[in-house]
């Protein structure tokens, strides 16, 4: 019900950004302050701010499809409408109370058109940067030296994936784009780190075409998986999802896609691949899914398990960190995060995670968490980027 109680903050800030181009667009022409161009241009603007809703009451359609796309695009173009312009309000406020400005040319008609256009430019420059980015799949190396005999094998290069959000914004084009990038690195193992749906299932562009190419991935050990908070099948609405006395599940549908796709996915289990090393999932966090209510600890996951072995574990939040150290694992592969995703997120996160992105030594285990491959919300990527990891592990 989070996003019912926004939805007041929601509407107050898109009246805010609409008031603030009405009276630029008077500034720079005033036959835009006309009545006969005011009014349809409210009444286009109310229809982009309530598209979110139209969509998430629609039933699964291409009309559907076609508006969350639009009010993903747009969320990101809010965000940054808010800032640029509360910023530039801000400062436009500081200066006036300076007595040295020339107050009359500084507010003036012409310095409020010159003003208002830099904001647009920069809303647009961010706004576009930031579809862009989005797309563009980069490769981020790692090396990491852990000091244990793993059978025959003198090094392991792992794939981390996670954060696919394969729904209304992630589609055949980014998968097809993963996959071609992942097979490139000739990799021995290919793991995903959660959130490999967008909530909803009906969601997916095209099952069959995304399964065909998810079966394209090359990997000598194969690939595993472990379900992340959003590899649930509930519906949102703004990022938000609603209370629910049902039991928080992936859909049967999810499973089935990830066995067809030749994905093995770990449910708070263990494997041992090659005799050589373990390789543990482990189920979300606050959402372990079905026929889990708690999860394994970190001492419970190496209980039984040759710990002069290599242990690497799949996590898809990055917690708990000292604890899976001071229980034997070696590698802590995570996402969730999305490193913020779009600044000024970037910054914040990193109050919330001990590690929010990239690498981190726990005493002797080694943490990775990626930014992710696709997005959440807004399909935007500002100042974070879209990645796979390739990790080296070398052996004793």
Not at 21 to 49: H, S
Request: with cysteine; aromatic share 10%.
């Amino acid at each position: 019900m989070v996003a019912v109680y926004m939805s007041p903050g929601y509407l107050i800030l898109c009246f805010y950004v609409l008031w603030r181009t009405l009276v630029w667009l008077e500034k720079c022409c005033p036959y835009l302050g006309k009545k006969r161009v005011r009014v349809p241009f409210i009444l286009i603007y109310i229809a982009v701010v309530f598209c979110i809703l139209i969509a998430f009451l629609l039933g699964h359609s291409d009309a559907r499809r076609l508006l969350k796309q639009f009010s993903n695009v747009w969320l990101g173009v809010l965000l940054y409408s808010l800032l640029v312009i509360i910023l530039v309000d801000l400062l436009r406020l500081i200066l006036k109370r300076l007595p040295f400005l020339g107050k009359e040319k500084l507010f003036s008609v012409k310095a409020h058109r010159i003003i208002g256009g830099v904001c647009a430019l920069c809303i647009c420059v961010l706004s576009v940067a930031g579809i862009q980015n989005a797309d563009n799949i980069q490769v981020t190396e790692y090396e990491l030296y852990v000091d244990k005999e793993a059978g025959d094998l003198d090094s392991l290069n792992i794939i981390l994936v996670a954060d696919l959000h394969m729904g209304y914004s992630i589609g055949i084009r980014q998968i097809e784009q993963m996959v071609e990038k992942i097979n490139e690195e000739d990799p021995d193992l290919v793991v995903i780190a959660g959130d490999i749906f967008d909530n909803e299932y009906e969601a997916l562009e095209d099952p069959e075409a995304l399964i065909d190419i998810l079966k394209g991935i090359r990997s000598k050990y194969g690939v595993y998986a472990c379900y992340g908070n959003h590899d649930i099948q509930e519906k949102i609405l703004a990022g938000f999802t609603f209370s629910s006395k049902k039991e928080k599940a992936s859909d049967p549908r999810m499973d089935a896609f990830l066995e067809q796709a030749g994905i093995r996915l770990l449910r708070d289990e263990g494997v041992l691949i090659g005799d050589a090393f373990y390789l543990y999932g482990r189920p979300d966090y606050n959402r372990p899914g079905r026929g889990i209510v708690i999860r394994k600890t970190p001492a419970q996951i190496t209980e039984g398990m040759d710990l002069r072995k290599p242990v690497i574990v799949l996590d898809h939040e990055p917690k708990e960190l000292q604890e899976l150290a001071d229980a034997g694992v070696d590698v802590d592969l995570c996402g969730h995060t999305h490193d913020g995703q779009m600044f000024p997120g970037n910054l914040v996160v990193r109050f919330f995670w001990e590690n929010s992105y990239g690498y981190l030594q726990k005493d002797r285990m080694h943490n990775i968490v990626t930014s992710g491959v696709g997005v959440f919300g807004p399909d935007m990527r500002v100042g974070t980027k879209c990645e796979i990891c390739r990790i080296t592990v070398r052996f004793r």
